[in-house]
């Protein structure tokens, strides 16, 4: 086995989101995986596996600190990013399929950005009066701040409050600790900034009950987008900036291409590699 440290959607060296990405994992079982996950104490870590559907280039099973995923957007990108750099050739020159919880889903490889078609959204509707006191509370934002509320799960079921500005995005002042299988997130416009149009933050209540801030998520990301497309709040392509609050500066590339798809883009690098994992007792 071979593992991979990948920085995803950074604007620079060590900006992103880190990812471990473990290659020739066929032998560990979900225990393994998640056990390795949790040491390593990434959001996410992921196992590249050989396909099992023909259309596919590669399998992936994506982990967080609580248990496996069917989707999630940075461990997409990196994932792909090391299978790519192992030596992985697309079936199809500049497209990449994998293969994971939700099914299939494309990436498109052009130069050293990375993009993958944000898959459906699986709930797509507003929030109760009780879901948005929770969230509003969770995330320490004014209420009055709060332009919209509503549900853009697509494996996670993230929760989205649009909020005024940038500012009022950045100025949130969350909870420290929330149950697992949080999943909330903010978004403002900037209002002009040459830095991004929109600004994030990303907000999931980890195994042991602590709120954790992600630095820069693709699946969240995803959902923003394919509601501000949908919604008409945006046209074309936009550029959202999230992490400066981590310590991270991310900058995710979205854009609606003529058929109706969404595609979530960054860059990503690899930070290091190493072989020879030890075997699990």
């Known amino acids: 086995m071979k593992l991979d440290l990948v920085d995803v959607f950074g604007s620079g060296p060590f ?3 880190p990812l471990g990405v473990v290659h020739g994992g066929d032998a560990l079982s979900a225990e393994q995986m998640l056990r390795l996950t949790q040491w390593l104490g990434f959001s996410e870590t992921t196992f590249l596996l050989p396909p099992t559907d023909p259309a596919a280039d590669y399998r992936v099973r994506i982990f967080y600190p609580a248990g496996e995923l069917p989707f999630a957007g940075h461990p997409t990108l990196g994932s792909c990013h090391a299978w790519l750099e192992a030596g992985g050739t697309p079936g199809k020159a500049g497209t990449v399929v994998q293969e994971c919880g939700v099914g299939l889903v494309e990436i498109r490889h052009d130069g050293d950005l990375l993009a993958f078609a944000a898959p459906p959204l699986t709930k797509h509707e507003p929030l109760t009066d009780a879901e948005l006191d929770h969230a509003v509370a969770i995330c320490g934002v004014e209420p009055e701040t709060v332009v919209e509320a509503v549900h853009v799960s697509n494996g996670p079921q993230w929760q989205l409050l649009r909020l005024r500005t940038a500012d009022d995005v950045l100025a949130a002042d969350p909870v420290a600790k929330a149950p697992a299988g949080t999943d909330i997130g903010l978004a403002g416009p900037c209002g002009g900034s040459d830095r991004a149009d929109w600004e994030l933050r990303a907000f999931f209540g980890d195994a042991q009950g602590r709120l954790i801030e992600d630095p820069v998520t693709g699946s969240f990301n995803a959902g923003v987008a394919m509601h501000l497309f949908g919604s008409g709040l945006v046209q074309g392509s936009y550029l959202a900036a999230q992490g400066r609050k981590t310590g ?3 900058i995710v590339h979205c854009s609606l291409d003529d058929g109706g ?3 979530i883009g960054g860059r990503c690098a690899t ?11």
């Not at 930070?271 to 007792?281: C, E, H, N, R, T």
């Open 271 to 281: 930070i290091s590699s190493a072989g020879d994992l030890p075997v699990f007792g």
């Open 15 to 17: 900006k992103g989101n």
């Open 261 to 263: 798809n969404v595609w």
């Open 248 to 250: 991270a500066d991310g």
